[in-house]
């Protein structure tokens, strides 16, 4: 067994106890492999052992390794913020965007979506800790701009993503990641597409499955600390 493919099954297995301690299936918990910085070789590992979805943060860097592996069975997100005049690499190589944040983004993704290509899913980013150095838009924001994308025809409209603010305390990681819950619960009223809810890395998975995360988000556990040029 390789060392990505033990620590999968480590990162399984607490996915597993966390969904079972609040009394929810596993299978109701996607795991996204962040595999930002990391090498296309890395990637094809996780693959081997069964890994099917990951996430990237840098454009080009992403688009070198789908080009490289041209493994049709892997299903990219792009999770990272996204300058405009990128948008076309990521309409053109993912399934997923988590980070939308804009009108402008949203109108530019559709437009660019090839048509051979299924619809992409888009997940609209909440600043939920209200940090001046995170991207997102207020929870007020959400239905507004949600009513927007609903109407694109290139783009599908799942859910939401939020990255709260660094806590080490259970109880408060757990309110911040309730309000999401509450957040994704309304949007999800309102809209039949609406099924996900990307929420929770390494250090607060447990508490945002327990407030009932559909996706979590994880790196560092998979493939080892990043080396960052």
């Not at 927007?148 to 080490?168: C, D, H, K, N, Q």
């Not at 619960?185 to 009932?212: F, H, Q, W």
């Amino acid at each position: 067994m390789t060392a990505i493919s033990h620590n999968l099954d480590q990162v399984r297995q607490r996915i597993t106890l966390a969904a079972q301690r609040c009394g929810r299936d596993p299978a109701e918990i996607t795991l996204l492999a962040v595999s930002k910085t990391k090498p296309a070789s890395a990637v094809e590992e996780a693959a081997l052992a069964g890994q099917l979805c990951f996430g990237e943060n840098y454009v080009q860097e992403a688009v070198d390794k789908i080009t490289c592996l041209k493994n049709p069975a892997l299903i990219w997100h792009f999770i990272g913020p996204l300058q405009s005049n990128k948008s076309r690499l990521v309409a053109e190589n993912f399934a997923w965007f988590h980070t939308l944040d804009r009108l402008k983004l949203a109108t530019r993704l559709n437009e660019q979506r090839p048509e051979q290509l299924d619809a992409l899913n888009v997940l609209i980013q909440v600043n939920i800790s209200d940090e001046n150095s995170k991207s997102g838009i207020m929870l007020k924001d959400v239905a507004g701009l949600a009513q927007e994308v609903a109407r694109m025809p290139r783009l599908r409209l799942r859910g939401l993503m939020a990255i709260p603010a660094p806590e080490s305390d259970y109880q408060r990681q757990l309110a911040v990641c309730q309000q999401m819950a509450e957040a994704f619960a309304r949007l999800k009223a309102d809209n039949p597409s609406v099924d996900t809810l990307s929420l929770g890395m390494s250090d607060d998975m447990e508490a945002a499955i327990a407030a009932g995360s559909t996706m979590v988000r994880i790196g560092t556990a998979i493939f080892g600390a990043r080396n960052f040029a």
